[in-house]
């Protein structure tokens, strides 16, 4: 399997969920599964990734100073998504977003099992 | 109660939890519950606050570019440390953090239940 049909199970494994990705800490997606026209559809996702990538990146700066490890997780709410990523590696990540009333605990499990597998494929 | 009795509840109530803090958005605390002389020693908790604070300030500004609603909750996870956000007005907002091992589920439901709570008092 590639990033896709993993990116695919992540989103058909929650309901709710409108998005997964695997993008870079510069901005830059590798792959994107985009449902958010079934639902949360006046997001732009690929503008909110970029912008969380930017977040993420500083996080990793704060954290370094902070010294309080790496970031592993993050997760972001807003009333219309909320987005959860989990770092790769140094260099990459994975997305996935889901409708604010969707089970988030689900969506960490499912994001977490997923993440070694798509981290495999890199 | 004020404050501080809520927060002090928080922090009892979770299994691993290593501070409570009621924070303005310009990262001036108005008051902290900080335990982690008894865990996570190292982290520098009030320095990490204000950190976090302008990552949640930037957040704001991108929701609001990104027209997804208004920032209401933030997890933030590093090897050493997740830290709960959650907002209770336009000025203020909640954190609670906590071990990377304790129930993020338990610390995500006791700032919830709590955070209306504190707003009563604001």
Redesign the interface.
Known sequence: MGFREHLEEMVHSVDGAVAASVMGFDGIAIDTVDVSANGTG???IQ??LV??T??LS??RQ??E??????????????????TLARALTDEYFAVLAVA?EAN??KA?YVLRINAPKIKAEL
Chains 1, 2 share one sequence.
């Open positions: 006046d997001v732009d503008t909110m912008e969380y930017n977040i500083q996080l704060a954290a100073v902070l010294e309080s490890g790496k970031v592993t997780e993050l997760s972001i709410g807003t009333e219309k998504l909320t604010p988030l605990g960490r």
